[in-house]
């Protein structure tokens, strides 16, 4: 089922009633039921494999927190493994790495024929076989017990704000919240409905009325942009893909709130971050913090933690240099690649790479800066670059991202405009409108929340904009772009 | 996230929402539930008007497909051995300072060939891309017999791509998608607009195509159409917020018609090659061409940077000369006191130039011009 939709709409409302009306153990089985069917909605024959990876964890973390030996354990964890990322494989990158394959050898002179299969990738494949992962590593490495209670370990995974595309969450985080029954308050209502408003916002209104120009900018052929044009589409697409992904987020945040769950926040600003270790921890925070335990940190060297909060951190840990700068762009390729199978997410994430490697080692040189000059100045570099790295992110092909990249290395090509107008107009009031925002909500509504009445007043005004601009633009033109994932 | 919430007041976070969901429905309630905007007229100003001719109950001017079948029947039934096809832009159906008792070029001009026997059948849509006329042209030229076809060359018209959904219906027309396979621009085309499905009753749903969901939203939807008037006119309101917001980007970046408005290249070469096409696939269907310059208001300074003004000119003369085309230009046909005003396309503004719609006398200017054209060229020059 897709967020921006009436039909969702009414589910949740239906499934947040009965939610409040139920006693805990029904409450929990129709949180399940309600969970399969939101998946069903979209494609039902795909349900299976959600409920193998399911079923799978469900057993093998039993049978290793039952277990005594080490050897064992580790034998159990690697069948999980097996599984889920068997599943990603077979579904995600078959096709990518046999196609490759087959082109190296034809390239060696070896004949093969291309392989041609028809595998339609099952919606949040890459979401919940990461958080299956994460609950039977965590039982693993004895952070947290299993859980016995079947359909409760099942809501955690299925449940349906974070089902498709997540915050990817962890154990510990959800299954406390779902065992215990919250008492009502009016405020988990206000709150999230003030989420997914704020997030029907950012998609229907934002995120779905910028997709044409940069599907129209990205459909041109390369020879008819110049090189302002490639920064615009650059930064028009940051902008997309920021409002479409973090909608969803507002939106399974605020669905999980109607029933009194706290979700950690997956994105804090990320355009406004003053370098690429800070960037990490203000934009898909539940992946880069994923990523962090269960991939860099392990290789890096360094203790774990278990919590979905924090972002990419940097690890002095306990290996060699080189053996940390290996484990920095093995995790990145991983990173990319978990977008999708395609050479162009690879390159993305070894852009990411390199751009924290160059920043470890420039940023000594800048210590005795002032604070503001700093903050300041790595604002100025790191939002330029983290846009142009959306190219290989968006761009169809490798060609492309070269060609695109090789445009903005060449000075005549600055000279001239091939976009309409409105496509520059549009991305430059978009960033001016989120510095503007982020400094209203750091400085101006903090004052503002110490006189109520002026609250109240100011939000109603804020509320009755957004409302009416929902309810005109809601509808499912498209689909979130992390769907695709 | 906890800690903030402990200490919000659950009123103080209730009540914006209530408010601001009662404010909302009231305001459009209040100034959109009224009369149903034509947008088509808005876009044209105030001054001018769309004037879609008839002859005997017949409609002589269509606007795409949608309607074309309108124009056919007619076309069938006066059934003449020689007809002319014209295409063309929101010039050709807009009058300026229109009265009733006035009538467009395309009108006089059909009146001027049906006495010599020759049909006259007109399609034109606002801010048309030459690439749109390709794909009617070849959509109509599989369903109706014309021996002349005209095509005015707007240089704004260059600026425009895409192909708007009224039309793209007509690329899973199986004869028309065969002609266009036939082209670069043509196979462009069909790939660009390959995701719309003739059958789509609504593109409003396209994100949940083929899914289970699909017949759902569309229930759901039917029924809140159906029982709710705010609901049905959602789409108008999209429109008029549309129309705010680009009035609100010209009255804070000063823009205005006269404002110079550049070639977008990509767009311009996509909108050449189509016209190449179109010259290609008429002279291999036995259909002489006319084209023109259209006529441009003359009184003030062009909104158009003069080179590239000349270029296209230039080019569109030398490819005219190339695939052995008549061409004329009747860029000075129409004096600047024949043109008008229109609404202020900013918020707020006073009344602007109109570059692109001229009044009655202008129309009857162009349809004698484009007679005449058409006794020194073609088929009235065998008569």
């Given at each position: 089922m897709i967020f921006n939709s009436v039909t969702y709409l009414i589910f949740l409302m239906v499934v947040v009633l009965l939610y409040w009306m139920l006693e805990q153990r029904s409450r929990l089985v129709m949180l399940?039921?309600?969970?399969?069917?939101?998946?069903?909605?979209?494609?039902?024959?795909?349900?299976?494999?959600?409920?193998?990876?399911?079923?799978t964890d469900y057993i093998v973390a039993l049978r290793i927190y039952n277990t005594k030996e080490h050897k064992n354990k580790k034998l159990l964890l690697l069948i999980s493994l097996a599984v889920n990322l068997g599943l990603l494989i077979y579904f995600k990158y078959l096709l990518f790495f046999a196609n490759n394959a087959i082109g190296l050898m034809n390239f060696m002179g070896i004949t093969a024929d291309p392989l041609v299969l028809n595998i339609i990738l099952p919606l949040g494949i890459s979401f919940y076989t990461f958080q299956t992962i994460s609950y039977t590593?965590?039982?693993?490495?004895g952070f947290i017990k299993p859980e016995r209670d079947f359909i409760l370990y099942s809501c955690y995974v299925t449940f349906f704000p974070q089902l498709v595309a997540g915050p990817i969450l962890r154990a510990v985080e959800v299954i406390p919240q779902l065992s215990r029954r919250p008492k009502f308050e009016v405020s988990f209502l206000g709150i999230g409905l003030r989420r997914i408003l704020y997030g029907l916002f950012l998609k229907v209104v934002l995120a779905d009325n910028i997709a044409p120009m940069v599907d129209a900018g990205y459909g041109q052929p390369l020879e008819h942009l110049s090189a302002i044009d490639v920064w615009t589409l650059?930064?028009?697409?940051g902008f997309q893909i920021y409002?479409?992904?973090?909608?969803?987020?507002?939106?399974?945040?605020?669905?999980?709130?109607l029933m009194g769950i706290s979700f950690p926040e997956n994105f804090n600003f990320p355009y406004l971050s003053v370098s690429p270790r800070d960037f990490w921890k203000r934009w898909h925070i539940s992946l880069s913090s994923w990523i962090r335990d269960y991939l860099y940190l392990p290789l890096a060297g360094r203790q774990v933690q278990d919590r979905s909060t924090g972002g990419i951190e940097t690890s002095p840990g306990t290996q060699s240099n080189q053996w940390k700068l290996g484990a920095l762009y093995t995790t990145w390729a991983i990173m990319g690649l978990w977008h999708g199978a395609s050479w162009t997410f690879l390159i993305w994430g070894l852009y990411h790479a390199c751009f924290i490697f160059l920043y470890r080692i420039v940023t000594p040189l800048f210590k005795n800066l002032s604070e503001n000059t700093r903050v300041l100045g790595g604002w100025a570099v790191t939002l330029p670059v983290i846009m142009l790295g959306w190219i290989p992110f968006r761009a169809q092909n490798m060609s492309v991202v070269m060609g695109m990249f090789s445009k903005i290395l060449q000075p005549h090509e600055y000279l001239w405009l091939g976009l309409r107008e409105n496509t520059y107009v549009l991305a430059a009031f978009i960033l001016l409108a989120i510095i503007i925002t982020y400094l209203i909500k750091r400085f101006i509504v903090p004052a503002y929340s110490r006189q109520p009445l002026l609250s109240i007043a100011g939000e109603s005004i804020l509320f009755s904009i957004i409302i009416g601009l929902v309810f005109v633009f809601l509808r499912p033109i498209n689909q979130f772009i992390y769907f695709q994932f | 996230m906890n800690n903030t919430e402990v200490k919000i007041n659950s009123g103080q976070v209730i009540i914006p929402l209530i408010v601001g969901l009662i404010s909302a429905i009231l305001v459009m309630y209040i100034f959109f539930s009224g009369e149903k905007t034509n947008f088509e007229n808005l876009a044209l100003g105030d001054g001018t008007a769309s004037y879609y001719a008839t002859s005997e109950s017949h409609k002589i001017h269509c606007t795409d497909i949608e309607d074309a079948h309108l124009c056919l029947e007619g076309h069938f039934k006066r059934n003449l051995s020689d007809a002319v096809l014209w295409l063309g832009n929101s010039q050709i159906h807009g009058i300026?300072?229109?009265?009733?008792?006035?009538?467009?070029?395309p009108l006089s001009l059909f009146k001027m060939l049906q006495k010599k026997g020759i049909d006259l059948v007109t399609f034109s849509q606002p801010n048309a891309s030459i690439q749109e006329h390709y794909v009617l042209f070849e959509y109509l030229k599989s369903r109706i017999h014309f021996n002349v076809f005209i095509l005015p060359v707007v240089f704004d018209d260059m600026r425009e791509n895409g192909i708007r959904s009224s039309l793209s219906k007509a690329l899973h027309d199986p004869e028309t998608a065969e002609s266009l396979k036939k082209t670069d621009i043509g196979m462009r085309i069909l790939k660009e607009n390959n995701n719309v499905n003739q059958n789509d009753s609504s593109p409003d749903i396209a994100g949940v195509k083929d899914t289970i969901q699909e017949s759902f939203e569309q229930t759901v939807n039917k029924?809140?159409?159906?029982?709710?008037?705010?609901?049905?006119i959602r789409p108008e309101i999209r429109g008029k917020f549309y129309v705010f917001l680009y009035k609100l980007r010209n009255l804070i970046l000063g823009i205005d018609p006269t404002s110079k408005r550049h070639i977008i290249r990509g767009t311009y070469d996509a909108n050449m090659m189509a016209l190449r096409a179109m010259l290609d696939s008429a002279r291999a269907a036995n259909i002489d061409v006319i084209m023109y310059i259209a006529p441009l208001r003359n009184d003030i300074e062009i909104p158009y940077v003069p080179e590239q003004y000349e270029l296209f000119k230039d080019e569109v003369e030398r490819l005219a000369l190339k695939k052995n085309t008549a061409f004329v230009n009747l860029e000075d046909l129409v004096p600047g006191h024949l043109w008008g005003t229109k609404e202020s396309t900013k918020l707020g503004g006073k009344p602007?130039?109109?570059?692109?719609?001229?009044?009655?006398?202008?129309h009857r200017l162009l349809s004698n011009a484009l007679y005449e054209t058409l006794r020194k060229e073609y088929i009235l020059s065998k008569r």
């Open positions: 399940f039921i309600g969970s399969l069917i939101f998946y069903a909605f979209w494609r039902i024959e795909f349900l299976p494999v959600m409920l193998l990876s399911v079923i590593v965590d039982v693993y490495r650059a930064f028009l697409f409002f479409d992904f973090s909608a969803y987020s507002h939106i399974a945040l605020g669905s999980a709130r | 300026n300072k229109f009265r009733p008792d006035q009538e467009s070029a029924w809140l159409k159906d029982n709710f008037s705010l609901w049905e602007e130039y109109d570059f692109m719609h001229f009044q009655h006398e202008g």
